[in-house]
């Protein structure tokens, strides 16, 4: 037998998590390297993954099967296709940059302050969180996905209800008030989709007799498993309905800006560049290759409540006053976009999806990151606190506004490729809702500049004025993730090289084929 | 020879990498660097001009193709460069003034002590500007695009501590936005119509046109109408102009560099490098003339009223830029020519802007011209460059603009028929204002009265001006004096190039024959004859002159502007446009977010809350049993594993 690497990519930070709550209480900062560093070798890990992953080869690689519940055909089934070792390696990625960025976050408060944080339960948590998400990733068995699509949330639960953003307008009380309704509304939000996605998982048992996904996708494809119309299109929207909770999609979106605000800046990284894309990776692996046909019903309401969070998330945006909720309806917009690109069933489409994933990890984290950096330094998250930012400190106004420029999907950027792929993708079937879409790049480009000129132009103000630039391990956090901005916005290939022919096997499973240019038609 | 093109680009993209990455370490050197960086992409271009002047005209085509950008199924953009004689010409254009107004900038921005950032900018800009002119495929030319507003961007805004060059920074680019979606479109159009965007697939050549022909004329239009939005966002043409005249709050080499001479004009590199396309689009040429015409009118009409020298010239520029999608709209009729007076409108243009800016170095940054005056003894060399550039655009006979110009009023009479006759027309009174606008330019500035001495003595008899001479106390009264030699050098060249080009490009029709390969030319059917067209210019242009003599040579020019008529008064703001974009899009867009964000927090939120209402309640039950959260969940894990291990048991045993 090999070595199960797919395992040890995820009991690695799991083990690491118990470590890491188990370093003695005043070694504060032995727990934090060693979560640090156990972040980094899980990196490793999933590079090799990365590496040993064949594009050309068999859909799924690096399978793992082992009998688990017999008795309910519940097996340990893991394997990756090409989106899925994506966004592992996104997971595994960007979780070092979140520890290093949330280094202090979990220090004890200052003393006359009675709350105590426990700092080694603040990176356990971290690391527990990306073991769940890496399996969420790898699992093609439904109940095993389920499992831990479901477990995640109570490490997340206590990350943004026991740690919250320091720099709060209200008094300590009123901060662990609103702290204590986000995390609660996150949880509630989820447990919800959750519940309904478990009736959905036992009906599917009831029909199709096992969890396997590769046994029942190809049982669907061969049609050796008929489903009859409406049980499949309740199937669907079960498990839909918990994906769009998660990714969040237009009008589930609620609890993302109170969950994002509240937590410190890294959880909210992890939030919505990690946790939120197991809801849309799902959909692409779940929904489609279960259901084709009830995803081809569902794509027009799905297409428009895409294109709602698109516009919707984006007015938001622009009306916001909180530089984090600010980011939050941000995300939701680039969800809608994500959404949109994976259920336009085209090729560019999808595969622009999938980079989006990527690429929205990325972009966020490098805008989210630096805007939490700021906060940190001035103790308020109020748009109307700052000015002139870029005269005192010029690295972090310089960052910012990168991250403000990916966000904003500027050409040459990683997440322009993803956005405009989506948007041909989209275009090419419906015309009319691309178009639709495209506003969505004016807006984008208000909010990231309003964003930027209200606290990074015109005359400094006194608060900011002794405000220190990025310090060394800042800018070890935001560099590389520029760096790889550039590269991914210049050089995609290596991404849509491992994303393509996985694509290409989802199109054939909802029997899709992409429309042919007017002018070959014609022919 | 080809792979010299990617050197081009590279050259300042290392400039900007180099001097934005650097440190202060680079503070003493920044600027030779990048100066030297741009003078070697120069260099660079020269080498590949002499090259293709060596092949026959037929094979002055070189590409490049470095690598496969993105590869995904049924859709392909790569990074490949096409270097032609149309993108030779923006080449030589961009690197050469380019070269020059870097050399400008050392002095004009010496006591800036962030210019090493300034000439990161610079040379980011010149990046992007060649990128956009040598893509081989639309979406590389996106790049491009992008790349040049933002480096506009970054350059209006560069004293950002100004709330109005951040403001004016963001809404440049927010306008440019708008017209990037038309370029989106017009890309995706292209993508489901063709399944390709790259230049030689699409559009093949003048002579024997690509995939265009197969499509419909709809469609064409479509793309067409889609690629002037794009255009009118980025040369600042009507209905998307309003951002160039805030966009002077950028430093003045800025102004010259990338909104005269360069980016603005990237609008019409797009229509005639999409030429094949336009040409079975009829209905769209129109609507490209009728803009273009529109703006010339508009952008006049503006620089007639604004006493800011640079907002003035912005107006112009406006104006000289519709006179190119004018004649970029007249199809094979007018390529040509809209890219030859593209030519030397980037010498005079640029000319005159570095010539403000040398004004405003020696007048203490004053930027109101009823504050200047008899300037001439004071700065000769920037009078002269700066006169000469002024002969230049109004079309004196035998400088650049005379021919330039000429050419495209004479192709929009050749347009024929009621359509030749109204844009001829247009064009005609185009000129007349262009010579009175700049007249009163320089008149208020370099002849009459030395106006910028009142504020030293306030005459009693005038005491209004007396709170101005107060605000401008504070600062050193000015003493007009020539710039250094490292601005004065690029004036002087620019003047030659005023001067001459345009001569130089007409002779036996040199310019033609270079460029026709690419566009194709007609000669259209004129309903008067050349030598009439010419007289008739000549004879707007005396009117024009002579008019802004009669009001601003031969009387004082009042230091205070006066109240002036209803369309004076709205010229000043230039033509109420951003009045109406404050209340229909500003105030408009502020009440719309914010009747959302209250929608979404108390109907969205409200409703999906009160759907889940029971759960809510259960919520608040579970926090008073104080278990937390963890318990209750685990609880409910262990429920929803229960009920599915029960449900599975059942449907075996049935």
Same mark, same amino acid.
């Given at each position: 037998?090999?070595?199960?690497?797919?395992?040890?990519?995820?009991?690695?930070?799991?083990?690491?998590?118990?470590?890491?709550?188990?370093?003695?209480?005043?070694?504060?900062?032995?727990?934090?390297?060693?979560?640090?560093?156990?972040?980094?070798?899980?990196?490793?890990?999933?590079?090799?993954?990365?590496? =040993?992953?064949?594009?050309?080869?068999?859909?799924?690689?690096?399978?793992?099967?082992?009998?688990?519940?017999?008795?309910?055909?519940?097996?340990?089934?893991?394997?990756?296709?090409?989106?899925?070792?994506?966004?592992?390696?996104?997971?595994?990625?960007?979780?070092?940059?979140?520890?290093?960025?949330?280094?202090?976050?979990?220090?004890?408060?200052?003393?006359? +302050? =009675?709350?105590?944080?426990?700092?080694?339960?603040?990176?356990?948590?971290?690391?527990?969180?990306?073991?769940?998400?890496?399996?969420?990733?790898?699992?093609?068995?439904?109940?095993?996905?389920?499992?831990?699509?479901?477990?995640?949330?109570?490490?997340?639960?206590?990350?943004?209800?026991?740690?919250?953003?320091?720099?709060?307008?209200?008094?300590?009380?009123?901060?662990?008030?609103?702290?204590?309704?986000?995390?609660?509304?996150?949880?509630?939000?989820?447990?919800?989709?959750?519940?309904?996605?478990?009736?959905?998982?036992?009906?599917?048992?009831?029909?199709?007799?096992?969890?396997?996904?590769?046994?029942?996708?190809?049982?669907?494809?061969?049609?050796?498993?008929?489903?009859?119309?409406?049980?499949?299109?309740?199937?669907?929207?079960?498990?839909?309905?918990?994906?769009?909770?998660?990714?969040?999609?237009?009008?589930?979106?609620?609890?993302?800006?109170?969950?994002?605000?509240?937590?410190?800046?890294?959880?909210?990284?992890?939030?919505?560049?990690?946790?939120?894309?197991?809801?849309?990776?799902?959909?692409?692996?779940?929904?489609?290759?279960?259901?084709?046909?009830?995803?081809?019903?569902?794509?027009?309401? %799905?297409?428009?409540?895409?294109?709602?969070?698109?516009?919707?998330?984006?007015?938001?945006?622009?009306?916001? =006053?909180?530089?984090?909720?600010?980011?939050?309806?941000? +995300?939701?917009?680039?969800?809608?976009? %994500? %959404?949109?690109?994976?259920?336009?069933?085209?090729?560019?489409?999808?595969?622009?999806?999938?980079?989006?994933?990527?690429?929205?990890?990325?972009?966020?984290?490098?805008?989210?990151?630096?805007?939490?950096?700021?906060?940190?330094?001035?103790?308020?998250?109020?748009?109307?606190?700052?000015?002139?930012?870029?005269?005192?400190?010029?690295?972090?106004?310089?960052?910012?506004?990168?991250?403000?420029?990916?966000?904003?999907?500027?050409?040459?950027?990683?997440?322009?490729? +993803?956005?405009?792929?989506?948007?041909?993708?989209?275009?090419?079937?419906?015309?009319?809702?691309?178009?639709?879409?495209?506003?969505?790049?004016?807006?984008?480009?208000?909010?990231?500049?309003?964003?930027?000129?209200?606290?990074?132009?015109?005359?400094?103000?006194?608060?900011?004025?002794?405000?220190?630039?990025?310090?060394? =391990?800042?800018?070890?956090?935001?560099?590389?993730?520029?760096?790889?901005?550039?590269?991914?916005?210049?050089?995609?290939?290596?991404?849509?090289?491992?994303?393509?022919?996985?694509?290409?096997?989802?199109?054939?499973?909802?029997?899709?084929?992409?429309?042919?240019?007017?002018?070959?038609?014609?022919? | 020879?080809?792979?010299?093109?990617?050197?081009?680009?590279?050259?300042?993209?290392?400039?900007?990498?180099?001097?934005?990455?650097?440190?202060?370490?680079?503070?003493?050197?920044?600027?030779?660097?990048?100066?030297?960086?741009?003078?070697?992409?120069?260099?660079?271009?020269?080498?590949?001009?002499?090259?293709?002047?060596?092949?026959?005209?037929?094979?002055?085509?070189?590409?490049?193709?470095?690598?496969?950008?993105?590869?995904?199924?049924?859709?392909?953009?790569?990074?490949?460069?096409?270097?032609?004689?149309?993108?030779?010409?923006?080449?030589?254009?961009?690197?050469?003034?380019?070269?020059?107004?870097?050399?400008?900038?050392?002095?004009?921005?010496?006591?800036?002590?962030? !210019? !090493?950032?300034?000439?990161?900018?610079?040379?980011?800009?010149?990046?992007?500007?060649?990128?956009?002119?040598?893509?081989?495929?639309?979406?590389?030319?996106?790049?491009?695009?992008?790349?040049?507003?933002?480096?506009?961007?970054?350059?209006?805004?560069?004293?950002?501590?100004?709330?109005?060059?951040?403001?004016?920074?963001?809404?440049?680019?927010?306008?440019?936005?708008?017209?990037?979606?038309?370029?989106?479109?017009?890309?995706?159009?292209?993508?489901?119509?063709?399944?390709?965007?790259?230049?030689?697939?699409?559009?093949?050549?003048?002579?024997?046109?690509?995939?265009?022909?197969?499509?419909?004329?709809?469609?064409?239009?479509?793309?067409?109408?889609?690629?002037?939005?794009?255009?009118?966002?980025?040369?600042?043409?009507?209905?998307?102009?309003?951002?160039?005249?805030?966009?002077?709050?950028?430093?003045?080499?800025?102004?010259?560099?990338?909104?005269?001479?360069?980016?603005?004009?990237?609008?019409?590199?797009?229509?005639?490098?999409?030429?094949?396309?336009?040409?079975?689009?009829?209905?769209?040429?129109?609507?490209?003339?009728?803009?273009?015409?529109?703006?010339?009118?508009?952008?006049?009409?503006?620089?007639?009223?604004?006493?800011?020298?640079?907002?003035?010239?912005?107006?112009?520029?406006?104006?000289?830029?519709?006179?190119?999608?004018?004649?970029?709209?007249?199809?094979?009729?007018?390529?040509?020519?809209?890219?030859?007076?593209?030519?030397?409108?980037?010498?005079?243009?640029?000319?005159?802007?570095?010539?403000?800016?040398?004004?405003?170095?020696?007048?203490?940054?004053?930027?109101?011209? !009823?504050?200047?005056?008899?300037?001439?003894?004071?700065?000769?060399?920037?009078?002269?460059?700066?006169?000469?550039?002024?002969?230049?655009?109004?079309?004196?006979?035998?400088?650049?603009?005379?021919?330039?110009?000429?050419?495209?009023?004479?192709?929009?009479?050749?347009?024929?028929?009621?359509?030749?006759?109204?844009?001829?027309?247009?064009?005609?009174?185009?000129?007349?204002?262009?010579?009175?606008?700049?007249?009163?330019?320089?008149?208020?500035?370099?002849?009459?009265?030395?106006?910028?001495?009142?504020?030293?003595?306030?005459?009693?008899?005038?005491?209004?001006?007396?709170?101005?001479?107060?605000?401008?106390?504070?600062?050193?009264? *000015?003493?007009?004096?020539?710039? *250094?030699?490292?601005?004065?050098?690029?004036?002087?060249?620019?003047?030659?190039?005023?001067?001459?080009?345009?001569?130089?490009?007409?002779?036996?029709?040199?310019?033609?024959?270079?460029?026709?390969?690419?566009?194709?030319?007609?000669?259209?059917?004129?309903?008067?004859?050349?030598?009439?067209?010419?007289?008739?210019?000549?004879?707007?242009?005396?009117?024009?002159?002579?008019?802004?003599?009669?009001?601003?040579?031969?009387?004082?020019?009042?230091?205070?502007?006066?109240?002036?008529?209803?369309?004076? !008064?709205?010229?000043?703001?230039?033509?109420?446009?951003?009045?109406?974009?404050?209340?229909?899009?500003?105030?408009?867009?502020?009440?719309?977010?914010?009747?959302?964000?209250?929608?979404?927090?108390?109907?969205?939120?409200?409703?999906?809350?009160?759907?889940?209402?029971?759960?809510?309640?259960?919520?608040?039950?579970?926090?008073?049993?104080?278990?937390?959260?963890?318990?209750?969940?685990?609880?409910?894990?262990?429920?929803?594993?229960?009920?599915?291990?029960?449900?599975?048991?059942?449907?075996?045993?049935?």
């Amino acid at each position: 037998m090999s070595f199960p690497l797919l395992t040890a990519t995820a009991v690695l930070p799991a083990v690491g998590a118990i470590a890491t709550a188990a370093v003695p209480a005043a070694r504060r900062t032995a727990a934090k390297w060693l979560a640090l560093l156990v972040s980094l070798a899980t990196l490793a890990l999933a590079i090799t993954v990365l590496v =040993r992953f064949d594009p050309d080869g068999a859909r799924y690689q690096l399978t793992e099967s082992h009998a688990w519940i017999a008795d309910f055909g519940v097996r340990y089934e893991l394997g990756v296709d090409g989106i899925g070792v994506a966004l592992l390696a996104l997971t595994a990625l960007l979780i070092p940059f979140i520890i290093l960025a949330g280094w202090h976050d979990a220090d004890p408060l200052e003393t006359g +302050s =009675r709350r105590w944080r426990p700092t080694q339960g603040f990176f356990a948590l971290i690391l527990a969180v990306e073991a769940m998400v890496i399996i969420s990733f790898e699992a093609t068995d439904v109940f095993l996905f389920y499992i831990f699509f479901e477990a995640m949330l109570i490490p997340m639960y206590f990350l943004i209800g026991g740690f919250g953003d320091r720099a709060h307008a209200g008094s300590d009380e009123n901060a662990a008030a609103q702290r204590s309704y986000a995390a609660v509304k996150f949880l509630l939000y989820n447990l919800v989709g959750g519940l309904i996605m478990l009736a959905a998982v036992i009906g599917l048992y009831v029909v199709a007799g096992n969890f396997s996904l590769q046994e029942i996708a190809e049982a669907r494809a061969n049609g050796t498993l008929d489903m009859a119309t409406n049980t499949e299109r309740w199937l669907f929207l079960g498990f839909f309905f918990a994906f769009a909770v998660k990714a969040p999609l237009w009008p589930l979106h609620t609890w993302l800006p109170n969950a994002m605000g509240e937590a410190t800046a890294p959880v909210a990284v992890l939030i919505t560049a990690v946790v939120d894309k197991v809801g849309t990776f799902a959909m692409l692996r779940f929904c489609l290759q279960l259901f084709p046909e009830a995803s081809k019903w569902a794509t027009p309401a %799905i297409l428009v409540l895409a294109l709602i969070s698109i516009v919707y998330g984006a007015l938001l945006a622009v009306g916001q =006053r909180d530089i984090k909720r600010l980011v939050a309806y941000a +995300s939701i917009s680039h969800f809608g976009f %994500i %959404i949109m690109g994976i259920f336009a069933m085209t090729s560019q489409g999808q595969s622009g999806a999938t980079l989006y994933m990527v690429n929205h990890g990325i972009s966020t984290a490098a805008l989210m990151l630096v805007a939490g950096f700021l906060i940190s330094r001035r103790g308020s998250r109020l748009i109307a606190d700052y000015g002139g930012v870029q005269k005192v400190a010029p690295v972090l106004a310089g960052t910012f506004l990168i991250g403000g420029l990916a966000t904003l999907s500027l050409p040459g950027l990683a997440p322009f490729v +993803s956005e405009f792929l989506v948007l041909v993708g989209t275009f090419a079937r419906y015309p009319v809702i691309g178009i639709i879409a495209t506003f969505g790049i004016v807006l984008a480009a208000l909010y990231t500049l309003v964003l930027y000129q209200r606290t990074m132009t015109g005359p400094v103000k006194p608060e900011v004025s002794a405000m220190p630039d990025l310090r060394m =391990r800042e800018l070890v956090v935001v560099a590389p993730l520029v760096v790889l901005l550039i590269f991914l916005g210049v050089y995609p290939k290596p991404v849509t090289d491992i994303v393509n022919p996985a694509v290409k096997s989802t199109m054939s499973d909802v029997h899709k084929k992409d429309p042919k240019p007017e002018v070959e038609a014609a022919k | 020879m080809e792979n010299l093109i990617a050197l081009l680009i590279a050259a300042p993209l290392l400039g900007a990498a180099v001097l934005l990455t650097g440190g202060r370490r680079l503070d003493a050197v920044g600027h030779w660097i990048g100066t030297l960086l741009a003078g070697a992409s120069f260099v660079f271009g020269a080498i590949l001009f002499a090259d293709l002047l060596g092949k026959d005209a037929e094979h002055r085509t070189l590409t490049q193709h470095l690598w496969s950008w993105i590869p995904v199924e049924g859709f392909q953009a790569d990074v490949t460069f096409r270097l032609d004689q149309l993108s030779m010409t923006f080449v030589l254009l961009i690197t050469g003034v380019g070269s020059l107004i870097h050399l400008y900038s050392i002095g004009y921005m010496e006591h800036d002590e962030r !210019r !090493r950032r300034f000439f990161g900018y610079l040379n980011l800009f010149l990046a992007a500007m060649l990128l956009l002119v040598l893509a081989d495929n639309y979406l590389l030319l996106y790049v491009g695009w992008e790349g040049v507003g933002l480096a506009s961007y970054l350059l209006i805004g560069f004293w950002q501590h100004k709330p109005s060059a951040a403001t004016a920074a963001k809404k440049a680019f927010l306008v440019n936005r708008v017209g990037d979606m038309g370029l989106s479109i017009a890309i995706m159009l292209m993508f489901t119509t063709f399944g390709t965007f790259a230049f030689g697939p699409v559009l093949g050549s003048h002579e024997k046109p690509g995939l265009v022909t197969g499509a419909s004329e709809a469609t064409l239009t479509g793309i067409a109408l889609m690629l002037l939005l794009a255009a009118c966002g980025k040369s600042a043409q009507v209905p998307l102009q309003s951002w160039l005249g805030d966009a002077m709050e950028g430093p003045t080499p800025v102004s010259a560099l990338i909104h005269a001479a360069t980016m603005v004009t990237a609008g019409v590199y797009l229509i005639v490098r999409s030429a094949n396309i336009f040409n079975l689009a009829p209905d769209a040429q129109l609507v490209v003339t009728v803009v273009g015409a529109v703006t010339l009118l508009f952008g006049a009409i503006v620089g007639c009223a604004k006493d800011d020298i640079k907002k003035a010239l912005a107006g112009s520029t406006m104006s000289q830029i519709g006179y190119m999608v004018l004649a970029a709209g007249l199809g094979p009729i007018g390529y040509v020519f809209a890219i030859m007076h593209l030519v030397t409108h980037g010498f005079f243009k640029a000319g005159l802007f570095l010539g403000a800016g040398s004004v405003m170095h020696g007048m203490n940054d004053e930027v109101d011209m !009823r504050k200047y005056g008899g300037l001439r003894k004071y700065m000769p060399v920037t009078f002269v460059t700066f006169g000469l550039g002024y002969l230049a655009i109004i079309g004196f006979p035998g400088l650049s603009g005379f021919f330039s110009k000429d050419k495209i009023i004479e192709a929009a009479f050749a347009k024929g028929g009621t359509e030749g006759w109204i844009l001829g027309a247009c064009a005609l009174l185009g000129a007349a204002i262009t010579a009175f606008y700049m007249t009163r330019v320089m008149l208020m500035t370099f002849f009459g009265e030395e106006r910028w001495r009142r504020s030293e003595t306030p005459s009693p008899a005038e005491p209004s001006v007396e709170p101005a001479a107060e605000t401008h106390g504070e600062h050193a009264e *000015p003493h007009p004096h020539e710039s *250094p030699r490292s601005m004065t050098i690029p004036m002087i060249v620019l003047a030659f190039g005023s001067v001459f080009a345009g001569g130089f490009f007409s002779i036996g029709d040199r310019f033609l024959h270079w460029l026709e390969p690419v566009t194709g030319h007609s000669h259209g059917d004129a309903p008067i004859s050349a030598a009439t067209v010419t007289a008739a210019t000549v004879t707007v242009m005396v009117v024009g002159v002579t008019i802004a003599w009669l009001q601003y040579g031969r009387r004082p020019v009042p230091v205070v502007a006066p109240r002036g008529s209803l369309l004076t !008064r709205a010229a000043r703001r230039d033509l109420l446009q951003d009045d109406f974009n404050h209340v229909v899009l500003v105030r408009g867009g502020e009440h719309l977010t914010r009747s959302l964000v209250y929608v979404d927090h108390t109907l969205v939120d409200g409703v999906v809350n009160g759907t889940a209402a029971s759960v809510g309640g259960l919520s608040g039950r579970m926090r008073k049993l104080q278990n937390g959260f963890a318990r209750s969940y685990a609880v409910s894990m262990f429920g929803g594993a229960a009920i599915l291990v029960a449900a599975t048991l059942l449907m075996r045993a049935v």
